[in-house]
């Protein structure tokens, strides 16, 4: 089988924005305690964080970190978490039915966050609380000095501000779940005075509000409308949210999933158009995607989710999710899909970072380690820069139950104008069969000199990395590249994530 790329160098989506490649850290389960944080382990620094962690974070390559949540912040006081450790209170945590013994707050965070050389992104509480708390945590954070909130920060030894940027209106306030949840029309009209008032202090924050927690949503697409009809000039992105799994055995399906996140990322675009052409508006709202992941939502529903009214743990194990090489192939088609789309997508994080459906685990006083989803992360992060190319693609197709035909080779290209480099990012859906791709560059008007590969794949495609085989999957290098005359060929074996170099 045989699938056609074209490159053109000269046909753009658009400039890659880095925070394309953010992630999220919720005070939910083991990712903040036990996790990034774990002052009785061997490699902790002097603040209690992990340096092990650290380091992975680091390699991995996140951008913007999203924090304190997720469902946690609808119910979290973010004054718990600033000042002497002893005085703050232990909370119950609804949303995960949890303690949260508030050992670390919005100043360790962003300690942290310096450390692994990441931005602060940072969601207010418009759940159960509004825009005084909204605008008390925004001063709290951003102003120098001289007033009763500055000061705090400045004794509590944060002398400079932590000049937070990028600030999220809320998360996921159309789901029954989220706690203060509501109607499009009340959160709306909500997250617009907050916007407004959190702008007379600093008119340009970047803020997001938020959009539907899902496509699958039943005020999917209303919600936009109604919500940007309301916010469109004081903000500047809307929150897209989505997380895949199999259903039952219909693997062919959810390796397929990029194909449903290309719709819904289009659906929210031109729902956003479509409220700028009403306002006549100049500007143009953009995407923050700000979860998006591989998440097996059924186990945590059906087996792991706490609900005894007398049990309330701190830091229990949830939503730990073990990802097999099939997982990180559908993880690296939806970077793809984000990529693609880097004209409108401009922000995103992977939810979450460590033991929270994420890519590095850790074991308390024990080694931490690399997921099979880190993979097509770090290398997409360290390979994708410049600017996202448009593609002439042509590829087989074949059925699947929920999206009919689809090809059996999704890809993006993208083209660094510094180096002159070009890197292909393809995915093969198909289960049984490999795939030879070629790849014409001639419009690139120089022969490529060299090209390498690397894919993700095994004969098992439910291996996993584990604590007591961490290195079970690790990509390898693809020894079918073949290049001639600014042609490039690789073969995608079945069931594959690849990055491919030219120079
Ligand atoms: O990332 C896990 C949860 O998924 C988040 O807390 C919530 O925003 C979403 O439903």
Redesign the pocket.
């Known amino acids: 089988i045989r699938a056609h790329l074209t490159i053109d160098p000269h046909f753009t989506v658009g400039a890659i924005n880095r925070r394309l490649f953010g992630s999220?850290v919720?005070h939910?389960g083991r990712c903040v305690y036990d996790g990034i944080y774990e002052p009785g382990h061997p490699s902790a620094d002097e603040e209690g964080f992990r340096t092990d962690v650290i380091e992975l974070v680091r390699e991995l390559g996140v951008s913007a970190i999203r924090y304190p949540?997720?469902?946690?912040v609808s119910g979290y006081r973010w004054e718990d978490g600033v000042g002497p450790r002893a005085d703050r209170p232990r909370r119950l945590d609804l949303?995960w039915h949890s303690t949260e013994t508030n050992e670390i707050g919005l100043d360790e965070f962003a300690s942290w966050t310096a450390k692994v050389d990441g931005e602060l992104m940072y969601a207010v509480n418009l759940g159960t609380r509004g825009v005084l708390e909204a605008l008390d945590v925004l001063e709290y954070a951003n102003l120098r000095s001289g007033t009763r909130l500055s000061d705090q920060r400045v004794a509590n030894g944060h002398p400079e501000p932590h000049d937070v940027r990028m600030w999220c209106l809320g998360?996921?306030m159309d789901?029954p779940?989220q706690l203060g949840y509501s109607t499009a029309e009340n959160y709306a009209q909500l997250a617009a005075t907050t916007a407004r008032a959190m702008r007379q202090f600093d008119p340009d924050l970047e803020l997001v509000v938020c959009g539907s927690?899902g496509a699958g949503m039943p005020t999917f697409g209303e919600w936009e409308r109604i919500v940007l009809e309301q916010t469109y000039e004081n903000v500047d992105y809307i929150s897209c949210?989505a997380?895949y799994e199999p259903e039952g055995d219909d693997l062919a399906s959810f390796l397929a999933s990029g194909v449903d996140m290309d719709r819904f990322i289009e659906a929210v675009v031109a729902t956003a158009d479509h409220v700028k052409a009403l306002k006549r508006s100049d500007k143009t709202i953009d995407i923050s995607f700000d979860?998006w992941n591989v998440?097996y939502q059924s186990r945590y529903n059906d087996v792991d989710k706490i609900t005894d009214v007398a049990d309330w743990p701190v830091a229990p194990r949830l939503?730990e999710d073990r990802y097999s090489v099939l997982d990180a192939v559908v993880f690296g088609s939806l970077m793809i899909s984000l990529l693609r789309h880097a004209d409108r997508v401009t922000s995103a994080s992977l939810?979450?970072l460590v033991n929270?459906?994420a890519p590095i685990m850790t074991e308390p006083g024990g080694p931490a380690w690399r997921q099979t989803t880190f993979y097509p992360f770090s290398l997409t992060a360290q390979l994708a820069r410049g600017v996202a190319l448009e593609l002439k693609l042509d590829s087989p197709t074949h059925e699947t139950a929920k999206f009919g035909a689809v090809p059996v080779v999704d890809a993006v290209a993208t083209h660094d104008p510094d180096s002159d480099a070009i890197t292909v990012f393809a995915v093969n859906r198909s289960l049984t069969d490999a795939v030879t791709l070629d790849i014409d560059a001639v419009a690139l008007g120089r022969g490529i000199s060299s090209a390498r590969a690397t894919s993700i794949f095994d004969e098992d495609i439910h291996a996993a990395n584990t604590l007591e085989h961490p290195d079970r999957v690790t990509p390898k290098s693809n020894a079918s590249v073949e290049v001639a005359d600014g042609s490039i060929s690789v073969t995608l074996p079945p069931c594959s994530w690849t990055v491919l170099t030219a120079e």
């Open positions: 999220f919720e939910l949540g997720g469902n946690f949303a998360n996921e789901g779940w927690s949210h997380y979860e998440w939503l939810a979450q929270v459906i």
